[in-house]
């Protein structure tokens, strides 16, 4: 999927704990990969793992970011994982209103210069 500079993104994963996700979410704002983090908790995953049915107790994390970080934020984001074989699912937000657009471009690379 091709990045574009003018669109919002946002990736979804699951942790573990909240503290777990808080702390890869601090280390993706720090390095200006994204610009939040929306931490959901207590959700109930129901998956298929080693042949089987099972379900755990997990966090979901909301990450804002620009079109032209998206594979940068993503790639990062899986570097710094606990999980072996983390589920995470990254979109350009195409219809993202121009204010949240330019708070994104503006936050990110403004930071970065």
Request: proline fraction near 5%; glycine fraction near 6%.
């Amino acid at each position: 999927m091709a990045a574009d500079a003018s669109k919002a993104a946002l990736i979804w994963s699951p942790f573990g704990s909240v503290e777990e996700g808080r702390e890869v979410a601090d280390v993706l704002l720090r390095e200006n990969l994204v610009a939040c983090a929306n931490i959901l908790p207590q959700m109930t995953s129901v998956f298929r793992y080693e042949g089987q049915v099972q379900s755990a107790s997990e966090v979901g994390v909301l990450f804002k970011t620009h079109g032209n970080l998206l594979a940068r934020a993503t790639r990062r984001l899986t570097e710094l994982h606990p999980y072996d074989t983390p589920a995470i699912c990254g979109w350009l937000a195409d219809s993202a209103p121009p204010a949240t657009r330019n708070w994104l471009a503006g936050l990110l690379t403004e930071e970065r210069s």
